[in-house]
């Protein structure tokens, strides 16, 4: 039963990860005509272009997007719990469910899209990667904070560092 819990929790959760990054790219306004962004518009244009049909952007929200993320955040809930066998929670429980699960996914999506951006402008910087054009524009947005208050040091910018101690503090106290 343990098998079958991870499963369907991490099938749900790569998906809830494509459907953030699609918000994210575009709230960021990164490039949707990358190979990466294509990929992720088709994996998850089949949820979202029904909901975009019923509920319009609103300026730079894209309101099927964050609808299509509250929803499977809420199924992924409403099932795991069936899994484990506890029956339908209560309302409050999936409320407050719901938002951590999301919060969570909102810092650990930051979190390892700053590392994997430090990572790959180490190995290649300067050089364009489909990938770290997305990651910068994800990433920018919270770093840039970051570089204002601290300087680089050599050259060697040490945001991302400072950003993922913060988001991992947060984590703590989610």
Known sequence: MRAIYFIVESLI???QVL????????????DFRNPIGKGIVQVTDPVIRPLRSIFPPVGKADTASILALIIVA???????????GT?????????????IDLARLVLKTY?????????LSFVAPGSYSPAQ???????DPVLKPFR?????????????LWACIVIQALLLVI
């Open 13 to 15: 959760g790569v998906f």
């Open 19 to 30: 459907l953030l990054l699609r918000l994210l790219m575009q709230l960021s306004r990164a």
């Open 74 to 84: 809420a199924a992924k809930v409403l099932i795991l719990q069936l899994l484990l």
């Open 87 to 99: 029956g339908v929670p209560p309302a409050v429980f999936m409320l407050r469910a719901v938002a």
């Open 111 to 119: 979190l390892f899209s700053i590392i994997l951006n430090a990572i």
């Open 133 to 139: 054009s997305i990651l910068a524009s994800i990433c």
């Open 148 to 160: 204002r208050i601290i300087p680089a040091v050599a050259g060697l910018d040490l945001s991302p």
